[in-house]
């Protein structure tokens, strides 16, 4: 995987893009750009926000422990998604967040969002609108994958996978990190066991490769469109 500048990343942003110019402009100023590790915390439960944030490239899972201490996934953030916990006025974080896949994150300050929200009412209308599309489409994605079964669960996952984190290989799509079944089980809300057994059907069929490093090669993508 080939990691972006800041400048770049800024410049593509998923949230800015949608803004007022002048308010992209301050907050792009303003934004930091950090890289995360695959298994990486982004924060723990508890901890102060920094400010509005939002994935520009990676997998982020945000999970809590129940009482006899078992985890559970809260969302796993996507690409383009936007996490905005400091606009409900509390100062800690809700969840533990940690890297499934190495990650790109920028985010913007509080004081800075707030500053530009009071200057242009606009910003504060976007938001809203951006966070209500998001909020949207997060729900038919989940509703959709919980409403087939794994055999078309799995390959969907994979494919949007491929198309928003992969790289174009001499044969096909490149998943250049490792893919364990422990972060695919985590995604699809289903056992590592049951991951197993329909990636070993996938790899049968030819419609997955396995390479060094856990890595993933999808020689043609278009068949995981299920």
Request: charged share 25%; glycine share 6%; proline share 7%.
């Amino acid at each position: 995987m080939r990691l972006l500048n800041a400048q770049e990343v800024l410049r593509k942003s998923s949230l800015l893009d949608r803004l007022p110019a002048n308010a992209a402009a301050r907050l792009r100023d303003a934004a930091q750009v950090r890289e995360y590790r695959r298994r990486e915390v982004i924060y723990r439960e508890g901890d102060l926000i920094s400010g509005p944030a939002w994935v520009h490239w990676g997998l982020i899972r945000a999970y809590q422990a129940s009482v006899n201490g078992r985890e559970f996934t809260v969302l796993v953030a996507w690409p383009g998604e936007v996490s905005t916990p400091s606009l409900s006025g509390r100062p800690d974080w809700p969840t533990t967040t940690v890297a499934i896949t190495p990650v790109v994150r920028a985010t913007v300050p509080q004081a800075v969002l707030e500053e530009v929200c009071q200057r242009d009412p606009r910003v504060s209308i976007a938001l809203v609108r951006i966070l209500a599309a998001e909020a949207h489409e997060r729900y038919r994605w989940c509703a959709w994958l919980m409403s087939v079964p794994l055999r078309e669960r799995l390959p969907r996952i994979l494919g949007r996978m491929a198309y928003e984190l992969g790289t174009p290989a001499d044969r096909g799509m490149l998943l250049d990190f490792p893919v364990v079944q422990d972060d695919l089980a985590t995604i699809a809300r289903v056992t590592r066991d049951e991951i197993g057994r329909t990636m070993r059907e996938m790899l049968n069929e030819g419609i997955i490769e396995r390479l060094p490093g856990r890595r993933l090669l999808i020689p043609d993508p278009s068949r995981l469109d299920v």
